[in-house]
């Protein structure tokens, strides 16, 4: 794994730049203008650019996100997140009809074509984690005991990031509710990185991809299960477990990755 100082010493490897937002592009609040200047001169070189995102929300609802940080419309050609993926496979029925919503009031466009078919826990067909409840976003022993007495159901988890950091407050993510489901001895499927199939909506097979991300968990882990060269951001979801190079390899072992590249921040 190598430092890299600038990604124009290794842009013109590549023909496509699957890039992660929240701790890549941005931290919740604002944007990263040394990461806006590097997808800036990726444009103009003629590279394409996926943002791929496990915001468990429709694409639109992340691409006017971005518009209200004032991120350029001419950057959001290609926006990809994991609750687009999942509503997809709502809307077919995949998992059953009815459903139970678990997490919070702002996602409910996720299932806007399927509201109807939303109902109470005990008959829903699954269950629709999309994050924690409004009010109980901290006490992960309520959703233990809540979920407990449902593992029959399959969980489906639409960000199966464990947390993330809002400028610096760190946040629960749905994985954080799957993985409790998973202890419990329930069934989850997984829509976004590391899995596979999102990353087949990104780009084909002949196209050869440079994967940027914050996270070994996701962004790292799902590049390493495709075999795509990656960047890790370091100052992103993980910057507390390390502080020097000797500890980054640590941590690499740790979640059982690894990476071509590693940078503070994206920059050109």
């Known amino acids: 794994m190598k430092e890299l100082n600038h990604l124009s010493e290794i842009y013109n490897s590549y023909d496509t730049f699957v890039i992660d937002l929240w701790g890549v592009m941005h931290n919740g609040i604002t944007l990263n203008p040394k990461a806006i200047d590097a997808i800036d001169n990726l444009e103009k070189k003629n590279k394409k650019i996926v943002f791929l995102s496990n915001a468990p929300r429709p694409s639109l609802k992340v691409i006017n996100f971005l518009l209200k940080m004032n ?22 029925n995949k998992f ?19 509201k109807d078919h939303k109902t109470i826990i005990e008959k829903s067909d699954f269950i629709l984690c999309t994050g924690l409840f409004d009010k109980k976003e901290e006490d ?8 407990k007495n449902y593992t029959s159901k399959k969980l489906i988890c639409t960000n199966p990031d464990l947390i993330v950091h ?12 799957a993985k409790i489901f998973e202890e419990l001895g329930g069934e989850v499927t997984y829509f976004g990185k590391p899995h596979k199939e999102v990353y087949n909506m990104c780009f084909g097979p002949k196209e050869k991809v440079l994967a940027i991300g914050d996270n070994l968990r996701t962004d790292i882990k799902g590049a390493n299960n ?3 060269d990656c960047i890790f951001i370091t100052d992103g979801v993980h910057r507390e477990e390390y502080s020097n190079f000797a500890d980054l390899e640590t941590v690499f072992k740790k979640y059982k990755v690894k990476a071509n590249f590693f940078q503070k921040e994206l920059k050109w």
């Open 96 to 114: 059953g009809k009815t459903f139970f919503h678990l997490g919070p009031e702002r996602d409910t466009s996720l299932f806007e074509k399927v």
């Open 140 to 147: 992960l022993d309520y959703y233990k005991k809540f979920l």
């Open 226 to 228: 495709l075999n795509l």
């Open 166 to 177: 809002r400028g610096n407050v760190e946040e629960l993510c749905a994985g954080s509710i």
């Open 71 to 92: 991120m350029n419309k001419k950057h959001l050609k290609n926006v990809m997140t994991s609750g687009e993926a999942a509503m997809q496979a709502i809307n077919r």
